[in-house]
């Protein structure tokens, strides 16, 4: 396999991996508390999720061809919690849309693609730079995500990795191929 592909694979990974830990996160989670804001300005999930995924939708439609900040978005409105009906289900479909073009997008890019420019903002960028920043953007508003739900479940937060305290137990349960 070439580096190319490894690192088309490595990303596909990592990301997968921190839509995963908010998704275990959006779980523990009931509607009200998917709006709640700590006092100032802090988004809220919802708010979280909107971002997160109008800019997958900006970035990844046409990847290759036009500017990844697309016109038809409306990014001062992702935050906006506008409370849509539907609750969890509505803003797992917002959250769903955004990443089924990212997977999408990733999973049509050919090995030669990545070192072709494209722009963001009219700034150039080679793929492979544009993806990493996505992959520097996207776990930043995940962890938000995961801290928020852990603020809100105090001590009924599941642990989504090793428990407090549990790093040797883990260690010797992987040790012995567990």
């Avoid at 804001?37 to 919802?46: H, R």
């Avoid at 939708?57 to 900040?69: A, K, M, P, V, Y």
């Avoid at 969890?88 to 955004?98: D, P, T, V």
């Amino acid at each position: 396999m070439t580096v190319a592909a490894l690192y088309l694979d490595s990303i596909k990974q990592r990301l997968l991996g921190y839509k995963t830990l908010a998704e275990k996160t959006f779980a523990q989670l009931n509607d009200a508390q998917l709006h709640w804001q700590p006092d100032g300005e802090p988004n809220s999930i919802y708010i979280i999720v909107k971002h997160m995924s109008g800019n997958m939708l900006s970035r990844f439609s046409d990847f290759l061809t036009s500017d990844g900040e697309k016109p038809w978005r409306e990014r001062d409105a992702e935050f906006i919690d506008d409370q849509p009906q539907g609750g969890k289900a509505a803003m797992l479909e917002i959250w769903e849309k955004g990443w089924d073009c990212l997977m999408k997008t990733l999973n049509a890019l050919q090995e030669e693609d990545l070192t072709k420019t494209i722009y963001i903002r009219t700034e150039p960028h080679s793929v492979l730079d544009a993806l990493n920043r996505q992959l520097s953007h996207y776990p930043y508003h995940a962890g938000q995500i995961v801290y928020l739900g852990k603020i809100m479940k105090e001590n009924n937060w599941e642990s989504l990795s090793i428990p407090k305290g549990g790093s040797q137990q883990f260690n010797q349960e992987k040790a012995s191929g567990k």
